[in-house]
């Protein structure tokens, strides 16, 4: 078999725009939750904020790395 590494390379250039895309919904969840007084209160913003960036790392990579 020759494993020349192109499956390797189209996975990290699929993933790459997909962490991008996560850090950014990441962020301005962070923000969102940040500015409603409600969540500050309660402290339960940092939480909600850091369990929604691997689920949405994982649907984002899902769906652009799956080939269709």
Known sequence: MNNDGRG???FC???FPSVI?????FLARLI???L?????????FIPIAFAWF???LAVIVIL????F
């Open 8 to 10: 390797r390379q189209n």
């Open 36 to 44: 409603d007084k409600e969540a500050v209160e309660q402290d339960i």
């Open 32 to 34: 969102y939750l940040y």
């Open 64 to 67: 652009m790395c799956s080939r």
């Open 21 to 25: 895309i996560s850090v950014w919904i």
């Open 13 to 15: 250039q699929c993933l």
């Open 54 to 56: 691997p689920v949405s």
